[in-house]
């Protein structure tokens, strides 16, 4: 979903020559980007609105922060970090979420209504980096996916977040 169209469509009507999709790559790696949802046991799935989005430290190779929240209504009722220590961040790689000593990615979350927090002392997901890069200003852009998988109530809950893109 993240990754920039460089081709152009042309489609012939009669005698003229259309074209369209120039503007695909803007789209498409817009820093926007948010898509999740939260599952708790077999009730229908919740949409995340996280609204609030940003690349709050990175550091190569030593430190990256990600947090998510809600912009109406701030707090720790209402937010996901994902926060990794010492090591290598790499675009097409997948990393263990958890809170065990084999978890390279740490995660908080809370959804007001639903999940009032955690982490709790057994969490376990993935986060996989689609794209991680820094251009010549220092501007970050970091998209990917990840999923996170606890126990609230007695209930199995998974946050699942299909596409994200952030920023710094």
């Keep these: 979903m993240f990754e920039t169209v ?13 074209s369209f999709g120039s503007d ?3 789209f498409l790696t817009s820093s926007e980007a948010f898509e999740a949802q939260l599952l708790i046991g077999d009730r ?3 949409a ?8 709050e430290s990175y550091i190569k190779d030593y430190q990256l922060i990600i947090r998510m ?17 010492q090591g290598p961040l790499k675009s ?5 979420i958890g809170s065990g000593p084999q978890a390279f990615i740490k995660a908080s979350f809370a959804l007001k209504g639903y ?20 251009d010549s200003n220092g501007k970050t852009i970091l ?7 606890f126990k609230s109530n007695d209930e199995d809950v998974k946050v699942n977040c299909s596409a994200f893109q952030v920023s710094n």
């Excluded at 460089?6 to 259309?18: C, I």
């Excluded at 995340?48 to 690349?55: A, G, N, S, T, V």
């Excluded at 999940?115 to 820094?134: A, H, N």
């Design 92 to 96: 097409g790689m997948t990393y263990v």
């Design 44 to 46: 229908e799935p919740v």
């Design 6 to 18: 460089t081709g152009v469509v042309q489609v012939v009507k009669g005698e003229e020559l259309m």
């Design 48 to 55: 995340i609105p996280f609204d609030k989005r940003e690349l």
């Design 24 to 26: 695909m790559g803007k």
């Design 115 to 134: 999940i009032e927090y955690f982490p709790s002392d057994d969490y376990s997901g993935s986060l996989t980096i689609k794209q991680l890069s820094t």
């Design 143 to 149: 998209s990917g996916l990840f999923s996170i998988y």
């Design 69 to 85: 929240g809600i912009e109406d209504a701030p707090g720790s009722k209402n937010e996901l970090t994902l926060e990794a220590g």
